[in-house]
């Protein structure tokens, strides 16, 4: 009967599990700094999209403030118009028994008139700068929705890299890097945009 060969299989299986762990652990490294960057860009990200709002809703405040002081404005252009209507209709009244008005009813309706010129400039100043603040606001609210994408990307990424280390699956890792680049790509573009 041959000999049976001697090699020692504990020291062989022995061999292999730490072969096996030092890979696994290098696998494992290798998910965990991923999973670092990409928390990492995930904050930075997450701050963009809360400064972008934040920027977005003052200049709405801003644009709602304007609105209503040119709101305020058109009021004034009104009243000044009502105290022309009241000034003329007293000159009317004089007229109208054929006697000639007092000419500071004349006065008043042409100052009131010109006052009513430069209120109305003021109004339309204050609606042209409530608009392109809304527009500004409008565009940051644009640039906070894709800033809040890429955190989404980053947040479901680093999900996916737990599942991988917890599985050591090398494809789940391997989608966690891909959401984590998309991520990063719509982050990037947003940026330089």
């Known amino acids: 009967m041959p000999e049976e060969p001697d090699v020692d299989t504990e020291k062989l299986n022995e061999a292999v599990h730490e072969e096996l762990e030092r890979d696994g652990s290098r ?11 990409l928390a990492a860009l995930a904050s930075v990200a997450s701050l963009k999209a ?13 644009a709602t403030r304007l609105r209503t002081e040119a709101s305020d404005q058109w009021a004034y252009y009104q009243a000044k118009g ?17 006697k000639e008005p007092p000419p500071e009813y004349q006065d008043r309706v042409k100052r009131y008139e010109e006052e009513q010129k430069e209120i109305a ?14 527009r500004e606001a409008e565009e940051l609210l644009h640039r ?12 479901v990424s680093i999900a996916l890299g737990a599942v991988a280390a917890l599985t050591r699956n090398r494809i789940v890792w391997l989608a966690s890097l891909l959401m984590g680049l998309a991520g990063a790509a719509v982050f990037v573009w947003r940026l330089v945009a």
């Not at 920027?55 to 405040?61: F, G, I, P, Q």
């Not at 009502?82 to 054929?98: F, L, M």
């Not at 400039?121 to 809304?134: G, I, L, S």
């Not at 906070?144 to 947040?155: E, S, T």
């Open 82 to 98: 009502v105290k022309a209507a009241v000034q003329e209709a007293a000159r009317t009244s004089w007229q109208a028994v054929g």
């Open 27 to 37: 696998f494992l490294r290798l998910i965990a700094l991923t999973t670092a960057v």
């Open 144 to 155: 906070h929705h894709a800033f809040a994408n890429a955190v989404a990307l980053f947040q």
């Open 121 to 134: 400039a003021q109004a339309r100043e204050k609606e042209r700068d409530a608009e392109e603040k809304q």
């Open 50 to 62: 809360g400064g972008t709002v934040n920027e977005a809703l003052a200049l709405k405040t801003d």
